[in-house]
């Protein structure tokens, strides 16, 4: 290999999301005499397969060939992107369909082409489902000349018939096409940020063509090219392929970050530390979740700030578990041990809003090393220490900030704009504790020893979970489950944060990374339903408590905004940190989400069905709860007939969602569930609305060639979330229909352990990863049908793909076995929750 094309090579493997792209013929598969004989080489598809369970990297094929016909030859190898009909069929985009016009020009085409092939010996006819193909390369020179001067002939003028040339091939297509636009395309849905793309055929050149100064192109073989590296032949291609994914492989097993269900957190219901797999906090926001981080290496590296505690010499990983079901966390190194948890002493001093204490205590012998380095608004203000005779002071912080840690001598040192705290000692006096106080600045020490505060704290969360009624299946998982949704509420106003953190990615080293630190009405319901399930009302009271004052404030109810901030308020513009680098490489990291100027109607649903769920459970409903549901039915009167933008964001035009119409008919059908038990009388006008609107879903939300219900009216795109058609009753489990939806999302969404939301182009580059409520939602559906099996054993995939201290994030990505998406997220959590209890119900 030159040196050229090896430094072509490690700089394409080191981009931040590769796409690996190539034709079939002539790359993966030796060209042979018939088409129909080609067969992909064993070695092509093992170096396809290892770089599509690479991170950040995705495999393509794009052909002329049918889409079909592709996947019968690339069958078995999992995870590669395919596009046949030279870029007219990609495998997940929308299905072309041909008018009446083209199908006629097709179907002429095709006779000339077949009239020609009954009378030229060697040549044969491949029929596609956009073109028809006239191959020669079994043909005499004079044989195949002849007919294509014919061919030619028969079909020169047709407008709308377009001709392509290729190695030994004509084709005609009533579709413009070129491998350029459906390489382009498939860029954009990987969300590539280099490409390298392989070929043989002139039909390649339009690829070559497309791709910019920070991507690759090879031409396999002789002749003319718009490529900048050559190999001789298909053998040499392959031999490229497994030298990059080597290349590749060794780049990323440097540079990745540890998975994001290894994290744990710390919460004390006003903040939430993230703590990483060697027990270092890597981000924490003060005095909210939703604030500025004062340590964001999670988003970035070291220098983006962290509160590091570890052997002064290195040693291997050490354990971590929480102490039994609380949020203590004990990371345990071979001779010491560190304790970690927020202090939420003193009865419901909890609630109190702009102060938290991060205690961390070190037990054990040994030397250890310190490194306290916070990093004021996310790195972007300096930060300077000023050391105490008690601790270390945080300046320049808008609240008091302080490290109370009597008896640590501390060094303090220079890096960059910021400076850092570093010490190191033997543990040969006995325990070392450190109190990270944030709104208190004395340092001085607290009346209450730290074995006391630490035993309150334990039972301020063990003894709340042991009021929960657990399921017999996965109790454990479960009631880490409902901690991690106790761990989200903010206690001062009882809202619940949608996760902890921002910018998680949903693809690594994408741009599909939003900021989750607040709260949605319709993700906090849901999670307080979950706890509800388990028999914990409180948390839902307070929850309702807070949306009577949201929606108190609001112009009018149906004007529900989709997010709010923790304490009620509307959110500012959505904006970009850019002096953080992401988890991973995956930028931008964003603060604000400008979802919350959207329109989102489903959010109606899940408000009313929590105040029946409560109304069902005894809870002290009240009138304010009762004005609420009014004005809920009132705004789903008002809007239901209006298109949205749904439940999954989507970033484009408003459409009228199936999912919508479904919450929307939830709420007045669980309206009246209220009336019946409140009042203790029917309400005749509502019940009149439930039968229209779900005379409308059942109209319009039904798509017969998809056999299912879908995402959208006149749509022919699956959507997990239409799942609720069954879910909430809108039809009964006999229902046939129900039965084909979920039996189609099971076949075309689900991927291994995880459901995917939908396979649509949403309008953004890049990828997900299935989501872990969609795949709670089809094991509900499962479990209704009675198919009790299938749906435990999809239970048990999703309870595997917990952290080893049980949380979960958003989503996973079957193919590269990573986890993706902010953490801990309340939808992952009160999905598991309701799925086991309705496994163990059934």
């Excluded at 794009?62 to 592709?70: T, V, Y």
């Excluded at 985009?93 to 020009?105: F, K, S, Y």
């Excluded at 020169?156 to 070129?178: C, H, I, N, T, W």
């Excluded at 909210?288 to 990983?317: H, K, N, Q, Y």
Aim: with cysteine; glycine share 10%.
């Amino acid at each position: 290999m030159s040196a050229t094309r090896k430094d072509r090579l490690e700089s394409i493997a080191r981009a931040g999301v590769l796409l690996v792209a190539s034709d079939f013929d002539g790359v993966l598969a030796p060209i042979v005499l018939r088409p129909a004989d080609a067969v992909m080489s064993p070695r092509a598809g093992a170096a396809l397969e290892r770089l599509a369970r690479l991170p950040r990297t995705y495999v393509g094929v794009i052909s002329g060939r049918s889409l079909r016909d592709l996947k019968q030859r690339v069958n078995g190898h999992s995870g590669i992107w395919l596009t046949g009909s030279h870029g007219c069929e990609p495998e997940h985009g929308a299905r072309v369909e041909l008018n009446p016009e083209q199908q006629a020009l097709l179907d002429y085409a095709r006779a000339a082409c077949e009239r020609e092939a009954a009378c030229t010996p060697g040549s044969t006819v491949e029929l596609k489902p956009f073109a028809v193909a006239f191959h020669f390369r079994g043909c005499k020179p004079e044989h195949a000349g002849a007919a294509l001067q014919r061919i030619d002939s028969a079909l020169a003028d047709k407008p709308g018939l377009y001709r392509m040339a290729g190695s030994m091939v004509v084709e005609f297509s009533v579709l413009q096409a070129d491998k350029g636009n459906g390489l382009s395309v498939m860029r954009y849905r990987t969300g590539a940020s280099a490409t390298i793309f392989i070929g043989d055929d002139v039909t390649d050149e339009s690829g070559f063509a497309s791709l910019g100064n920070e991507d690759l192109s090879v031409k396999v073989g002789p002749g003319e090219t718009r490529a900048i590296e050559r190999v001789a032949d298909q053998p040499a291609a392959i031999e490229l392929l497994e030298h990059l994914a080597e290349q590749r492989a060794a780049y990323l097993r440097d540079s990745l970050p540890p998975g994001i269900e290894q994290h744990s957190i710390l919460s004390d219901q006003r903040s939430i530390a993230v703590v990483d797999p060697r027990g270092s906090i890597v981000w924490l926001c003060l005095p909210r979740a939703d604030s500025a981080a004062v340590f964001s290496r999670l988003m970035g590296d070291s220098t983006r700030g962290e509160f590091e505690i570890t052997p002064a010499e290195p040693e291997d990983d050490p354990r971590q578990e929480y102490d039994s079901d609380t949020f203590t966390l004990k990371t345990c190194w071979r001779r010491f041990t560190v304790t970690d948890y927020f202090d939420c002493t003193g009865g419901r001093a909890y609630q109190r809003a702009g102060r938290s204490d991060l205690i961390r205590c070190i037990e054990g012998a040994g030397r250890v090393r310190i490194r306290f380095a916070p990093r004021l608004d996310f790195g972007r203000m300096p930060t300077t220490l000023v050391r105490q005779e008690s601790g270390v002071e945080v300046d320049g912080s808008p609240d008091p900030f302080v490290l109370f840690s009597p008896g640590v001598a501390w060094s303090i040192e220079a890096e960059g704009q910021h400076q850092t705290a570093i010490a190191e000692f033997d543990l040969t006096n006995g325990p070392v504790t450190l109190e990270l106080r944030y709104g208190f600045g004395s340092l001085h020490p607290v009346q209450v020893p730290e074995a006391e505060r630490r035993e309150q704290t334990s039972r301020f969360w063990s003894g709340w979970v042991r009021t929960l009624r657990l399921p017999s299946l996965r109790p454990d998982l479960v009631a880490r489950s409902a901690l991690a949704i106790k761990a989200l509420c903010y206690g001062p106003s009882g809202a619940i944060y949608a996760a902890a953190t921002t910018s998680l990615p949903e693809q690594l080293g994408g741009m599909r990374n939003w900021d989750y630190r607040y709260c949605w009405p319709r993700d906090a319901c849901l999670a307080a339903a979950a706890l509800i399930r388990l028999g914990n009302t409180g948390v839902a009271m307070k929850l309702l408590d807070w949306l009577v004052a949201v929606v108190d404030r609001c112009e009018s109810a149906d004007r529900l905004r989709p997010l709010y901030t923790v304490s009620g308020h509307e959110l500012g513009q959505e904006g970009e940190i850019g002096e953080l680098t992401g988890y991973g490489g995956s930028r931008p990291v964003r603060v604000g989400n400008a979802a919350d100027r959207q329109v989102q109607l489903d959010v109606f649903g899940p408000i009313v069905g929590l105040v029946a769920m409560l109304v069902e459970k005894g809870a002290p409903v009240t009138p304010e709860h009762w004005k609420l549901v009014l004005s809920m039915v009132s705004a789903v009167r008002a809007r239901w007939m209006e298109p949205d933008h749904g439940i999954w964001e989507v970033r484009g035009p408003r459409a009228h969602h199936v999912h919508t119409k479904i919450m929307c008919w939830h709420a007045v059908d669980r309206a009246l569930d209220i009336a019946r038990g409140v009042l203790g009388r029917d309400r005749p006008d509502w019940a009149e609305l439930r039968k229209e609107i779900a005379a409308d879903i059942l109209a319009n939300g039904w798509n017969d060639r998809a056999q299912a219900f879908t995402f959208r009216y006149g749509s022919d795109e699956l959507d997990a979330a239409v799942l609720h058609i069954g879910l909430t009753g809108l039809l009964p489990p006999s229902d046939e229909r129900f039965r084909a939806t979920v039996l189609a999302i099971q076949a075309k969404l689900l991927d291994g352990p995880v459901v995917y939301r939908y396979r649509l182009d949403d309008g953004l580059p890049g990828t997900e990863g299935g989501f872990h409520i969609c795949t709670s939602w089809l094991i509900e559906s499962l479990a209704l049908l009675g198919e009790r099996e299938a749906a435990r054993k999809l239970f048990e995939h999703m309870a595997a793909l917990a952290g080893p201290t049980g949380l979960l994030p958003e989503q996973f990505d079957p193919c590269t076995g990573l986890s993706l998406g902010n953490m801990p997220q309340a939808y992952s959590h009160l999905g598991l929750i309701n799925a086991a209890v309705r496994l163990g119900a059934a």
